[in-house]
């Protein structure tokens, strides 16, 4: 059974930086799609981050020019290189891995910025 674990999270002053990263077990983890995403609390999950398999990026409008994802086919690991954070970064980030049929999250991993 594939599973994902999320890992970086903690607590950062508003400026600061983060780096996530996320570990796939199973196979074939190169020829799926995968993202971060992020649930504030009261509020909808929501994307932050994609990546195709061919290395294709997209992200929300919020994270343009401060976050990076990356992936490691080698490894199996997906990254999300976070800067410049704001308060309103402050959620759990899931990270998503995208299947013909159906998809796979993370436990989600707490990301908190404050002063």
């Known amino acids: 059974q594939v599973q994902l674990v999320e890992s970086g999270g903690g607590l950062v002053q508003p400026g600061g930086s983060l780096k996530l990263s996320c570990a796939a077990s199973?196979?074939?983890?190169?020829?799926?799609?995968m993202g971060w995403y992020r649930q504030a609390p009261g509020k909808r999950r929501e994307l932050v981050a994609i990546?195709?398999?061919?290395?294709?990026?997209n992200y929300a409008d919020s994270v343009k020019g401060r976050f990076t994802i990356s992936r490691d086919n080698a490894k199996n690991t997906v990254d999300l290189q976070m800067n410049s954070l704001k308060p309103e970064d402050t959620a759990v980030y899931y990270c998503?891995?995208?299947?013909?049929?159906?998809?796979?999250w993370g436990q989600g991993t707490q990301v908190t910025v404050s002063s």
């Open positions: 199973g196979t074939s983890f190169s020829l799926y799609l």
């Open positions: 990546i195709t398999s061919g290395g294709s990026t």
């Open positions: 998503r891995q995208d299947r013909p049929r159906y998809v796979i």
